[in-house]
């Protein structure tokens, strides 16, 4: 069982920057991705960014490429997403999630932190 909190989110003008940052416990060795998501209101979930546990391969949404970085601390168990550039449709709840190794889905999420770009 993996427990994962996420935290950083808060209000920022567009142009500015958050670094949001997911601390994991519990489970920690058998994690092979964690990845970022967001959810705007009035619309689906889509997926941010992933970074693999293991290699720290990245990947990222068309969207966010340029703009966000994905990061991962292995001797703190947490994962970060540095977010520059900030656009008005950034914002949302940030969500992290934890693949574990051999799975094919996304099985652990934290609760949510919102990010908010506006003027």
């Known amino acids: 069982q993996v427990q994962l909190v996420e935290s950083g989110g808060g209000l920022v003008q567009p142009g500015g920057s958050l670094r949001l940052s997911c601390a994991a416990s519990?489970?920690?060795?058998?994690?092979?991705?964690m990845g970022w998501f967001r959810q705007a209101p009035g619309k689906e979930r889509e997926f941010v960014a992933r970074i693999t546990w293991s290699t720290a391969i990245t990947y990222y949404a068309d969207s966010v490429k340029g703009r966000f970085a994905i990061s991962r601390d292995n001797a703190k168990n947490t994962v970060y997403l540095q977010m520059n550039s900030l656009k008005p449709e950034d914002t949302g709840i940030y969500y992290c999630?934890?693949?574990?190794?051999?799975?094919?889905?996304?099985?652990?999420w934290g609760q949510g932190t919102q990010v908010t770009v506006s003027s």
């Open positions: 999630a934890a693949q574990m190794r051999g799975g094919t889905r996304y099985e652990y």
């Open positions: 519990g489970g920690t060795f058998s994690i092979g991705a």
